[in-house]
């Protein structure tokens, strides 16, 4: 009777982890008021079923257990060369489109340069190249710089927004994140389009494990109505973030078609209260972007060259006039009037949404 008992658990707990996976598809076509409405039934489920909906993810020969006394460990030696005393790294991925001269890492770098008290976190910035030529470029411009090795996979090419290539980029990027953690790195991530302009650290909550820019931000940091921008995360190493982290990876062979970021908005609804991983949106009035630029210049921190699908052509464009608003706003501020400045609207990549 015991070993019936266990086939008949295991059954409905297959059954039910599968709806699960399939309430995961359909909300993506439904309103977020209506994919809110199943948080509490997914919570219950996986409240009683918390091993089996995790065995649904078994071990991923993508994710091999991390071995500590591996004293080669490439990655290991030049995150401390990079980390602060809190073992807090800055990391930006680099391929080698966004690697030219006179481009995006340029633009990155020299926002650090000219930001109120953000050019000593230079130091702590770890550039990981995607390719040897992104690679040859950082060790040009840049002391800490490290090869996310990929076989069989070119990341060299711009990879436009939701290609075959860019899926691929960004999923082998969010594995290279749960290396760090598992290292016990904390991390903050940029995509090479942020600007930074002051210092985020003075704006990140000291009781969160893992923070997140929003593309749209509800007025409350634990709203999950609020839309997350992976290309701006704030993460703490923990036993939680780690196993997270993994869990995310996983996820993407039950959402084959969609990015990290996308996955991420899902999970949302349930992983993070399942988990106890306190997890946190950041304002966009500190952590701005083009999807919804902060109109108070005295107090933004980054700003993210998001909404512009269709190319680094644009982003280049919009970017350059950002960081002329905010040396502007510099030279202004010294007279009394920095309030007066106002972001140039980014119309290459308006337009180039409208294609």
Request: include cysteine; hydrophobic fraction near 35%; proline fraction near 3%.
């Amino acid at each position: 009777m015991k070993g019936v008992n266990q086939r008949v658990v295991r059954t409905v707990t297959a059954f039910l982890a599968s709806l699960i996976i399939v309430v995961g598809f359909v909300s993506i076509a439904i309103d977020e008021q209506l994919q809110a409405s199943f948080t509490p039934i997914l919570i219950s489920m996986q409240k009683l079923f918390p091993s089996e909906m995790d065995d649904l993810h078994a071990k991923d020969p993508d994710i091999p257990p991390y071995n500590s006394s591996n004293v080669t460990d490439e990655l290991k030696v030049s995150l401390s060369k990079a980390a602060n005393q809190e073992k807090t790294v800055i990391i930006t991925t680099l391929n080698a489109a966004w690697a030219q001269n006179n481009s995006m890492v340029d633009l990155f770098l020299k926002s650090f340069h000219i930001g109120n008290g953000t050019e000593a976190l230079l130091r702590n910035l770890l550039i990981v190249a995607v390719d040897e030529k992104a690679l040859n470029r950082c060790r040009e411009i840049h002391p800490h710089c490290y090869l996310m090795k990929t076989e069989g996979v070119d990341f060299s090419g711009e990879n436009l927004y939701m290609t075959r290539g860019y899926l691929k980029m960004m999923w082998r990027r969010l594995r290279f994140f749960g290396q760090v953690l598992e290292r016990g790195y904390n991390f903050v991530f940029s995509d090479a389009d942020i600007m930074w302009f002051r210092d985020p650290f003075t704006k990140f909550s000291s009781k969160a494990d893992f923070q997140v820019a929003s593309d749209r931000y509800r007025r409350k940091a634990t709203n999950p109505y609020n839309k997350p921008n992976a290309g701006f995360m704030y993460v703490r190493s923990n036993e939680k973030t780690v196993d997270f982290f993994n869990f995310w990876y996983r996820s993407r062979k039950d959402y084959p078609r969609k990015n990290e970021q996308q996955v991420l908005n899902l999970l949302k609804w349930y992983e993070f209260k399942r988990r106890r991983l306190k997890f946190e949106f950041l304002d966009t009035k500190y952590f701005g972007g083009y999807c919804e630029r902060t109109k108070d210049v005295n107090s933004v921190c980054t700003m993210h060259a998001n909404c512009c699908e269709l190319g680094l052509k644009a982003k280049v464009i919009d970017l350059r006039n950002t960081l002329s608003d905010w040396e502007k706003y510099k030279q202004q501020e010294k007279l009394g009037k920095g309030k007066d400045v106002l972001w140039t609207s980014p119309d290459a990549c308006q337009n180039s949404g409208r294609r």
